[in-house]
T-cell receptor
């Protein structure tokens, strides 16, 4: 079975530009979460979507937005890019387990470099 | 608010030696706890999770972790290190009852000495 896929793999943008990152969840998973991982740090939660509705938002500015489509794929948009937005952006899709907890499966990430 | 502290940003052990990676958590409710591994230029892979059942949790690749409420700890161990264990390890916490947000620690880079 295919895992979580993300595109593009790498991206270089200039300050002030806008970027769109894409994520396809594992087949059957209805929940998608986005995380930002700055070099040398742990991932930080940005958004969670379940069946096209936003279920959670982390402490990120309004320049960050996301959406989920009917096929459960998702896009993360970042406007007015800053140097500090340079990071690995991770997407995770979730499956509810018998233990009553979501088990998140992560994609390989999109490496965004802002110059 | 929940938080996770990983003591030691870098840990080096000899091949065949015990691996011990430390994680302490802070949570106002009984948490769910996770350990993830990240190999270079890859995403995160779940090693194991604690969800209020058995306090000793066994995961993949020979790793295990013990939940100790009195110490608010969830340390990761492996009896005998292998060269392939070299990676970055992250401890994470989430609230129960379906809240999916994971709060991660800053990570511990494990180096294996031949």
């Amino acid at each position: 079975d295919a895992g979580v896929t993300q595109s593009p793999t790498h991206l270089i943008k200039t300050r002030g530009q806008q970027v769109t990152l894409r994520c396809s969840p594992i087949s059957g998973h209805k929940s998608v979460s986005w995380y930002q991982q700055v070099l040398g740090q742990g991932p930080q939660f940005i958004f969670q979507y379940y069946e096209k509705e936003e279920r959670g938002r982390g402490n990120f500015p309004d320049r960050f937005s996301a959406r989920q489509f009917p096929n459960y794929s998702s896009e993360l948009n970042v406007n007015a890019l800053l140097l500090g937005d340079s990071a690995l952006y991770l997407c995770a899709s979730s499956l509810w387990t018998s233990g009553g907890v979501y088990e998140q499966y992560f994609g390989p990430g999109t490496r965004l470099t802002v110059t | 608010a929940q938080s996770v502290t990983q003591l030691g940003s870098h840990v080096s052990v000899s091949e065949g030696a015990l691996v011990l990676l430390r994680c302490n958590y802070s949570s106002s409710v009984p948490p769910y706890l996770f350990w993830y591994v990240q190999y270079p230029n890859q995403g995160l892979q779940l090693l194991l999770k604690y969800t209020s059942a058995a306090t000793l949790v066994k995961g993949i690749n020979g790793f295990e972790a013990e939940f100790k409420k009195s110490e608010t700890s969830f340390h990761l161990t492996k009896p005998s290190a292998h060269m392939s264990d070299a990676a970055e390890y992250f401890c994470a916490v989430s609230e129960p009852f379906g809240n999916e947000k994971l709060t991660f620690g800053t990570g511990t880079r494990l180096t294996i000495i031949p």
